[in-house]
């Protein structure tokens, strides 16, 4: 019997179906033909399929004996299992024996079985990851004369992460460590949460903890895992010991030498450290630094005051810094990220935006646009109202911040207007633009357009004069409508 084959070998997935068993996650699927004299053969075969390290000679790595191989048309498959030892990143061969017939030549195994072990990865039959090692003594090692860890994110703003999650519930649970080691535990990272005391990050010796940052933000030193204080030490000095301090009047350089700010008795100016002189007994053209928990809104303030030691209490902050990060000057609740009471001045503003507007309020409540244009509303004195005819005279400006362009300077934020749309009267802002009936192209003059809050290009010389928006900087094609990108320069 004269019998030619031809083969293919690739992974299948074996799906569940009622009670039947899952395939082995080593198995893969051989799909080959037969024929006999020339002809396709049919009826059911015995083969034996052998596992070699070369195309010829070599070394049998494995084989595996099927009897009754259904054969229809030549064409045939049948699950192989060599075990996870079988595929070690070598180069392998298939051979068949047919009926006692050993049909050549050998077959190389393609690349589609090495997804059990590839390029260097080694998974042992417990499931352990081995990368750069066929021995691996975790569920994942690697190992290397310089082992490096890439996390990198290219398509997500917040980048990449690394998460350590532990749903035990005993009474000091981890819920994750970074150890570093030399064979034995040489230091830890990790998040503890204790059944008693704060949880928090947790710094560790070789056989306890020295550091502890609570979820709060207070910080433990010297062992110390229930810090009552921004910093804690237990048992630990602050040496401050260098030539740097000799010019000072006071020099901290002792083992024992302490310092320390405390307040127990709740009071509400708690600790304050204070920098002045003293005058008749009392600390006088001093300043102040201390926090206070009085006034709507002030709780936990960081302030910075300027007067005597007994007049401090009465006399107005000239900084503080609230709990959400804002900074007033001059104010005691500071009501943006820096709220100055009075004049500021500075040689250079840099101005991250992008135009000058200024608030206005509008008749309508409706929400308008950022891009649309505006013009005044002679019905309500002081007050815009979106643009509705072409070549108005009453054309104001443009509503700041379409497409993510922000306004440069904002003006005119009086009480009652904070919500009221900014008003770009200068600068560059997006602008929704109408061209149905010319293009738009850089350097033209736009003017108020008949769709109302639109712009189109200002064409008509006779009607131009006071009611010209600005300068186009970008184009949009005749038959559009969208947003171009306008100078400003009302006309």
């Given amino acids: 019997m004269n019998r030619i084959r031809t083969g293919t070998i690739a992974l299948i997935l074996a799906a569940a179906c009622g009670a039947s068993t899952l395939a082995s996650d080593t198995e893969f699927t051989y799909q080959g033909s037969l024929q006999d004299a020339g002809v396709p053969a049919v009826g059911s075969y015995d083969i034996e399929f052998r596992l070699w390290s070369a195309a010829a000679g070599g070394s049998m790595i494995a084989s595996q004996t099927i009897s009754n191989i259904a054969v229809t048309d030549g064409l045939f498959q049948a699950a192989l299992d060599f075990g996870p030892a079988a595929f070690n990143n070598s180069d392998r061969w298939l051979e068949m024996v047919v009926e006692g017939t050993t049909l050549m030549p050998r077959q190389p195994v393609t690349r589609a079985p090495y997804a059990i072990q590839t390029r260097g990865i080694f998974v042992d039959d417990a499931g352990n990851v081995g990368i750069g090692t066929t021995s691996p003594s975790s569920q994942l090692t690697m190992r290397g004369p310089d082992v490096d860890l890439l996390l990198n994110s290219q398509g997500d703003d917040f980048g990449p992460s690394l998460t350590f999650r532990n749903t035990a519930g005993g009474l000091n649970t981890r819920m994750g460590n970074i150890v570093f080691s030399d064979s034995s535990q040489l230091a830890s990272l990790g998040y503890v949460k204790p059944l008693f005391g704060p949880q ?292």
């Fill in 200 to 491: 928090g990050f947790q710094i560790s010796g070789a056989s306890s903890a020295f550091m502890k940052v609570t979820d709060l933000g207070l910080f433990g030193f010297g062992g110390e895992l229930n810090p009552q204080a921004l910093f804690h030490f237990q048992n630990e000095d602050i040496n401050l010991s260098s030539s740097h301090y000799q010019l000072m009047d006071m020099v901290i350089e002792a083992t024992d030498a302490r310092m320390g700010l405390y307040s127990t008795n709740g009071g509400t100016y708690g600790s304050v450290f204070s920098l002045g002189e003293l005058a008749g007994g009392n600390l006088v053209d001093a300043w102040h630094i201390g926090r206070t928990t009085s006034g709507t809104g002030a709780a936990s303030t960081l302030y910075f005051k300027y007067g005597s030691e007994v007049e401090q209490s009465a006399n107005g902050s000239k900084m503080v810094i609230a709990p959400n990060g804002d900074v007033g000057i001059g104010v005691s609740i500071p009501s943006a990220k820096l709220h100055v009471d009075g004049n500021a001045r500075v040689d250079v503003l840099e101005v991250m935006g992008a135009d000058l507007a200024e608030r206005f309020p509008v008749a309508s409540n409706d929400f308008i646009e950022p891009g649309t244009v505006l013009e005044i509303d002679p019905e309500n004195p002081g007050s815009l109202r979106v643009a509705t005819s072409a070549y108005s005279h009453l054309v104001a400006g443009v509503v700041s911040g379409a497409n993510g362009l922000p306004a440069g300077t904002i003006m005119g934020n009086l009480d009652g207007l904070e919500d009221s749309p900014a008003i770009a009267l200068s600068g560059r802002v997006w602008v929704r633009c109408d061209s149905s009936t010319e293009a738009i192209h850089p350097g033209d003059m736009l003017t108020t357009a008949t769709t109302a809050g639109y712009a189109m290009r200002a064409s008509d010389q006779t009607r131009i004069a006071g009611s010209v928006i600005g300068k186009a900087m970008t184009s949009l094609r005749k038959g559009e409508k969208g947003l171009v990108l306008v100078l400003v320069n009302l006309q």
